[in-house]
């Protein structure tokens, strides 16, 4: 199995690359960033509860997001990979993966870890906050602090994949084909 974790900080081109690679490399894509959407506008409990830590840039509890994954998981034994996509945020989240996919007998290939600069992450996130009309992207200071948040919080789980041979950094500067290219380049090398 080919199991990819897409990394970086918000803005990175996460979701974008996502859904190029799923098309070229016959993933399953499972965005934790998606799922709890989903569940905000159908306005499920879980969707409810998570709305409060979204709007604030915040990160939701780490036993909702694992529980998702692990349900997305069981729903989709048959895959031949995935590509996991603001998933894992916190080292209790990578932890509980590496355990999910053991169970399964498989695990994580590689961590793909997109590089932009701050500047760049701001004005992308602006930029669809007028077009989607997303809250958390509409606000410079819910954007600066899920930022933070990612730098103190999800940044140091390089350190964790980097400690298995699996973190590869990535130029996410450029169009979007370029980073795809670059993103591809660095899959071949190791499926
Ligand atoms: P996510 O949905 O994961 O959102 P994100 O990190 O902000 O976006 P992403 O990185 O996918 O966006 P992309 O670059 O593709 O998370 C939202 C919230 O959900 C979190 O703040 C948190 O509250 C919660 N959450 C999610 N997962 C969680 C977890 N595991 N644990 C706890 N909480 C969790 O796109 C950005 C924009 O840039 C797009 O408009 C795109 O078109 C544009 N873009 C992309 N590449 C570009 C390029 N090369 N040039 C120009 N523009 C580009």
Redesign the pocket.
Known sequence: MLNLVLF???????????ARLIDKYNLIHL???????GELKAESPLGLE?KK??D???????S??IGM?EIKLDQNSDAKGFIF??????SA?AKALDELLEKKGTSISAMLS?E?EHD??V???L??GK??GRA??QNTEVIEN?IK??NNETAPLINYYDAQGKYIAVK?????D??FDNLCSSIDEIA
Do not use: H, W
């Open positions: 970086g900080p918000p803005g990175a081109g996460k979701g974008t690359q996502s965005s934790t960033g998606d799922i709890l959407r998570a830590y979204m604030k840039g915040e990160l939701v509890p780490d909702v997001v994954i996509d603001g998933f894992p945020r916190t989240q997109l932009v760049e992450l004005n992308r996130l930029n669809r077009e989607s958390d992207d899920r948040v990612y996410g500067m450029g169009s979007i370029e980073i």
